[in-house]
T-cell receptor, first 110, second 113 residues
Framework: GEDVEQSLFLSVREGDSSVINCTYTDSSSTYLYWYKQEPGAGLQLLTYIFSNMDMKQDQRLTVLLNKKDKHLSLRIADTQTGDSAIYFCAERDRDDKIIFGKGTRLHILP | DTGVSQDPRHKITKRGQNVTFRCDPISEHNRLYWYRQTLGQGPEFLTYFQNEAQLEKSRLLSDRFSAERPKGSFSTLEIQRTEQGDSAMYLC???????????FGQGTRLTVV
């Protein structure tokens, strides 16, 4: 079945850029998503990219997609303490199911 | 439109009891998804609907779990004879068919004691 993998932890200094990486297995994915989850809160859709695009920028967020390598990344510029959260990569598969990775916990160092 | 709504937000139940959760999707969203999330894990797919039709149920899901979406609007998820391992956050999401965005509710946190 489909699988989405991402590293579990990332520590970044405040003001630096954060880059969270993700790999997926389904070459027929239609959309790829980044969700943010703060402690005790629900899933917030941060950004998404259609599978025929290779980049999308939205203010401090940049999504890069390498479809050949099935690699997705999320770059957060000028990381702030409010960016501290768990970030989930997800793919929308050929059957329209949304499959999630285990999440990357982003820790901001002062 | 107030987004995806789930009820209740919290549920504590004794082992062996049945529980039912409700999800109200964003109006006109014909896809509805159910997920389960345990501590430190990503959301795990349970089942999904297009309108009132249940399209797929996870092979990992016990027969104690059943979901319905009788009129293609709200959905219910029932767990029969709850076990401690069922303790988790149950999340609902909705989207348009092959729509770009899928939106999640705040979830129902189930604790089985």
């Amino acid at each position: 079945g489909e699988d989405v993998e991402q590293s579990l932890f990332l520590s970044v200094r405040e003001g630096d850029s954060s880059v969270i990486n993700c790999t997926y297995t389904d070459s027929s994915s239609t959309y790829l998503y980044w969700y943010k989850q703060e402690p005790g809160a629900g899933l917030q859709l941060l950004t998404y990219i259609f599978s025929n695009m290779d980049m999308k920028q939205d203010q401090r967020l940049t999504v890069l997609l390498n479809k050949k390598d099935k690699h997705l990344s999320l770059r957060i510029a000028d990381t702030q303490t409010g960016d501290s959260a768990i970030y989930f990569c997800a793919e929308r598969d050929r059957d329209d199911k949304i499959i999630f990775g285990k999440g990357t916990r982003l820790h901001i160092l002062p | 439109d107030t987004g995806v709504s789930q009820d209740p937000r919290h549920k504590i139940t004794k082992r062996g009891q049945n529980v039912t959760f409700r999800c109200d999707p964003i109006s006109e969203h014909n896809r509805l998804y159910w997920y389960r999330q345990t501590l430190g894990q990503g959301p795990e797919f349970l089942t999904y609907f297009q309108n009132e039709a249940q399209l797929e149920k996870s092979r990992l899901l016990s027969d104690r779990f059943s979901a319905e979406r009788p009129k293609g609007s709200f959905s219910t998820l029932e767990i029969q004879r709850t076990e401690q391992g069922d303790s988790a956050m149950y999340l609902c999401a909705s989207s348009l068919v092959s729509g770009e965005q899928a939106f999640f509710g705040q979830g129902t946190r189930l604790t089985v004691v």
